[in-house]
């Protein structure tokens, strides 16, 4: 039972520990926010919903674009887009960090996580070169498989120090909040009623990524299992 309890224990007594402790009151902070919102504006509970559920299964992009589409104002976009990423990104790095060991040896969670460390191996080459600039960059990028976790795990591979990670990636996500937020919103009014099309349009183009991904990569792990089949029967 120590066992157990040990790595968690000095897991709070760390700085991913304290990240991960801060992520939590700010998720915490934000669906209390979001509680009262709901309770006093009602119309608003299902946009909310509507911009988180977004910026989980198709990333900051889709969001942002839906959260504009809904009519609302471009601070509270903002504002709810970062919370949420930062806040998310503040939980779920410490714990990949902390318990990479033991999270790979889980059946279902460790393909997750080893598919999430694959990702960022892939990209680090193409950003070493531009150091941190390059990670900014890269978060900065609205599309899911270059989201602040993928960015943060690049700078580890790297070397980066936690804490020149945890404000990279806070750039990163901050400033592509802010740019794509007002470029969506300058889109919108150039094509007026055409405007209300695109959300749904980049959404689907972005959930269409998404999906050709996830089959490319079922496509090779069953291509694996047949060839290492096939060399056992040898």
Same mark, same amino acid.
């Given at each position: 039972m120590s066992k157990f309890y040990m790595p968690i224990i000095s897991f709070f007594k760390s700085i991913e520990g304290l990240i991960f402790l801060i992520g939590c009151c700010l998720l915490t902070i934000e669906l209390i926010l979001f509680a009262l919102f709901g309770h006093y504006i009602p119309e608003l509970k299902e946009n909310f919903l509507s911009i988180i559920v977004a910026d989980i299964l198709a990333g900051r992009g889709a969001s942002?674009?839906?959260?504009?589409?809904?009519?609302?104002?471009?601070?509270?976009?903002?504002?709810?887009?970062v919370?949420?990423?930062?806040?998310?990104?503040?939980?779920?790095?410490?714990?990949?960090?902390?318990?990479y060991g033991y999270l790979i040896e889980m059946k279902f969670i460790g393909k997750i996580f080893g598919s999430v460390k694959h990702k960022a191996q892939k990209h680090q080459s193409k #950003?070493?070169?531009?150091?941190? @600039? %390059? =990670? /900014?960059? !890269?978060?900065?990028?609205?599309?899911?498989?270059?989201?602040?976790?993928?960015?943060?795990?690049i700078g580890g591979l790297m070397g980066m120090r936690t804490i020149t990670i945890i404000w990279v990636v806070i750039l990163g996500i901050i400033s592509s909040t802010i740019s794509w937020a007002f470029a969506f919103d300058y889109l919108f009014k150039i094509t007026e009623g055409?405007?209300?099309?695109?959300?749904? #349009?980049?959404?689907?183009?972005? @959930? %269409? =990524? /998404?999906? !050709?991904?996830r089959l490319q990569h079922l496509y090779r792990l069953a291509k694996q299992k047949i060839k290492l089949k096939n060399n056992s029967s040898k």
């Open positions: 942002i674009s839906i959260g504009l589409n809904l009519g609302l104002s471009n601070f509270m976009v903002i504002s709810i887009s919370l949420l990423n930062i806040a998310l990104f503040f939980i779920f790095y410490p714990l990949i960090i902390y318990f #950003i070493e070169k531009w150091g941190a @600039l %390059g =990670i /900014v960059f !890269f978060v900065w990028i609205p599309l899911p498989s270059t989201g602040a976790l993928i960015g943060a795990i055409a405007g209300k099309i695109i959300p749904s #349009i980049f959404v689907g183009l972005i @959930l %269409g =990524i /998404v999906i !050709f991904r």
